[in-house]
């Protein structure tokens, strides 16, 4: 038929001196990997902080330092002395490794919803979820054996309560907190920048009067594997009085005010992109 398109027709078949089409999708390409950057960027501080509470914490829990004073204080001395030697040693490397990869993820999951016009909230929040989950549990099995007691064999109950304490973190802080913006803002008066910050921090923070005894229950699974089940956890919930705070620090640094550079660092490089 005249005018009709065949599978020989020049038209299909691009040769090499034809101009491309620009893809529809080289955008969401160049914010996807402006949100990888941002991501891996505000990792680095981020990494060396939760770096020095969760070695304080470790060794505090496990009896090798006599207080969590001493022990977040030489942390933070060793930072601050040889930056450079404190990211690089193997614990930082592997806990820059979790949260580069979990924030990585947020902004990939987010900016491709956004995209397509999809709520990003679960896809995100089950994404992130398996991301820091099994990379936080090889995390935590590698720190323990650096710093733990009993054998090396990790119980299967360590890996459920850290999956367990992960889920509550990555949902409070990802998903919770977002959607409590607005009430804050119309409960306080505050601007919506200004809610967003302390909604961002707080919020997450106090997940940790949660999440703080499950962690410490998965370490005790690994340095005492004959602890009777009632024990375990009295002395989970009576050993998290001294460490919770320092971890709502932790939580509201690495998953709140993390969080929130991340987003806006994300958006300035989204908004100033050519």
Partial sequence: MVGEKTLTSPHLIPTPTDPLPLSEGSKLYGDVGRGIFAAGAVAVPL????????????LFSNGKCP?????????????????????????NRAVYGVYGATYMTKNVTTISCNDRGWDPK????????????????????????????GSCNFP?????????????????SFVVAPTLVPEVEAA???????????????????????ATPVHLAGLDFYNRPDV??????KDAICNSRGPILARMFRQGY?????????????????????
């Fill in 228 to 233: 009777p089940i009632a024990t375990r956890v």
């Fill in 47 to 58: 990494s060396l902080g939760v770096t020095v509470i969760d070695r304080s914490v470790t």
């Fill in 156 to 172: 299967l109950a360590s890996y459920a309560s850290f999956l367990t304490r992960d889920a509550i973190l990555i949902g409070v």
């Fill in 67 to 91: 207080s969590l004073g001493k022990a977040l204080a030489n942390g933070a001395r060793t930072v601050f002395r040889t930056p450079l030697v404190a990211f690089l040693g193997k614990d």
């Fill in 188 to 210: 306080t008066g505050l601007s919506h920048t200004t809610a967003d910050v302390v909604t961002q921090i707080s919020v997450p923070a106090c997940a940790q009067l949660l």
């Fill in 122 to 149: 679960w896809p995100m929040f089950f994404c992130t979820s398996i991301v820091n989950g099994c990379l936080g549990i090889m995390k935590d099995k590698y720190l323990a054996k650096m710093f733990g007691s």
């Fill in 254 to 274: 690495v998953f709140g005010f993390g969080s929130l550079c991340v987003k806006y660092f994300t958006n300035f490089l989204i908004d100033e992109a050519p």
